[in-house]
């Protein structure tokens, strides 16, 4: 029989955290040991509505949390401020973070990069854990060897804090590494509405739409003379992510560095 993996979910509220807890409680070899709040500090979460017969403590402080549970696995799924804390803390009580939570900043993974390094342990942060939308981000970084012009449009349900996503700035950067930087458009090219053409990166530009009604949802294309290609991929609930956090659960144990993103893993 496989070890029992013990797992910290952090925002298990949130509409990302519930799915987390209900795949640790359906997963044979998955354990919850507790969860990161930041309500119902002291509670169990069978205590908090909508998780009955889940009798793990809450916890706020993320130390407190680890040192008592002592888990394998933290699954972050908060916000940017809370989930960098989160992760540090981890990674110095030799616990293995997987992080769905998006909008850290470069120098904030390559300080967290470092820390797993240097800890030795394993760490992963994917910017988005659904297959599909892995598959739409190889197949653009693939697609861009042979166009150079691309537009990327992000569409999110309408309470995302974060723009742009972390899924489209990852899917930047995977199509600059086979690109040399290249301004598009014009150099007369004005805005009459600032924004209009979204968001620069290394000169390809990234579109953030918010509605609600929406989940999340990314159109890449692609322009060269006389055609277009458009890779899309869309997530019509949060169970889409769920078999990429737990291959992540499962891969991180045997990690001994930070990854980012899962295009390495599922290869
Ligand atoms: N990698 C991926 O595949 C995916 C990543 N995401 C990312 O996951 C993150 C969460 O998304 P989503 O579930 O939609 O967001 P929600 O706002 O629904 O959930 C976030 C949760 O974090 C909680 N929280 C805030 N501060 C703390 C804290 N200090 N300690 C513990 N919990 C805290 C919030 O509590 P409260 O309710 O009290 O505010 C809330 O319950 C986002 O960064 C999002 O971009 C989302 C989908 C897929
Ligand atoms: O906030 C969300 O919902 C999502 N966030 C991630 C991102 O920023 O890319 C992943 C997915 O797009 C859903």
Same mark, same amino acid.
């Given at each position: 029989?496989n070890?029992?993996i ?5 925002g298990?509220r949130g =509409?990302m955290?519930?799915e987390a807890?209900?795949l640790? @409680?359906?997963t044979?070899?998955f354990?919850l040991?507790?969860v990161?709040? =930041?309500?119902?500090e002291?509670?169990l979460?069978?205590?908090v ?13 993320? %130390?407190a949390?680890f040192? $008592?549970t002592? &888990? ?7 916000? &940017? ?6 992760t540090?803390t981890a990674?110095?009580h ?7 939570t998006?909008?850290?900043t470069?120098? $904030? ?6 820390l797993?390094?240097q800890?030795g ?6 910017p ?5 939308a892995?598959?739409? !981000?190889?197949? +653009? ?7 150079k012009n691309?537009? #990327?449009?992000e ?6 804090l974060?723009?742009?996503s972390?899924? +489209?700035?990852?899917t930047?950067e995977?199509?600059a590494? @086979?690109?040399?930087?290249?301004? @598009?458009?014009?150099?007369n090219?004005?805005e009459?509405?600032q924004g209009a =053409?979204?968001g ?14 929406? #989940?999340?949802? @990314?159109e *890449?294309?692609f322009? %060269?003379?006389g055609? +277009?290609l458009?890779?899309r991929?869309?997530?019509y609930? =949060?169970?889409?992510f !769920?078999?990429? *956090?737990? *291959?992540?659960?499962?891969? *991180?144990?045997?990690l001994d560095?930070?990854?980012y993103g899962l ?5």
């Amino acid at each position: 029989m496989n070890e029992m993996i013990q797992i910290v979910v952090a925002g298990p509220r949130g =509409r990302m955290g519930k799915e987390a807890v209900k795949l640790v @409680q359906e997963t044979e070899n998955f354990k919850l040991a507790g969860v990161l709040d =930041r309500k119902n500090e002291g509670r169990l979460l069978s205590e908090v509505e909508g998780f009955s017969g889940v009798d793990v403590p809450v916890f706020t402080d993320p %130390a407190a949390c680890f040192q $008592q549970t002592k &888990p394998d696995v933290l699954i972050d799924l908060t916000t &940017p401020e809370k989930g960098y804390i989160h992760t540090k803390t981890a990674l110095e009580h030799n616990v293995r973070p997987v992080v769905g939570t998006t909008g850290f900043t470069a120098e $904030q993974l390559d300080e967290l990069k470092d820390l797993a390094e240097q800890k030795g342990i394993g760490c992963i942060i994917a910017p988005n854990f659904a297959v599909g939308a892995i598959l739409m !981000m190889k197949f +653009s970084e693939m697609a861009s060897k042979y166009f150079k012009n691309v537009e #990327i449009i992000e569409l999110h349900h309408d309470q995302k804090l974060d723009a742009p996503s972390g899924t +489209s700035i990852k899917t930047a950067e995977m199509i600059a590494r @086979q690109r040399k930087e290249k301004k @598009q458009g014009h150099e007369n090219e004005k805005e009459t509405i600032q924004g209009a =053409r979204g968001g620069d990166f290394e000169g390809m530009r990234i579109h953030s739409v918010r509605l609600p009604g929406l #989940i999340a949802h @990314q159109e *890449v294309i692609f322009g %060269a003379d006389g055609q +277009s290609l458009t890779i899309r991929h869309d997530s019509y609930n =949060r169970a889409s992510f !769920m078999s990429g *956090v737990k *291959v992540s659960v499962e891969t *991180v144990m045997g990690l001994d560095t930070l990854v980012y993103g899962l295009e390495s893993i599922i290869d």
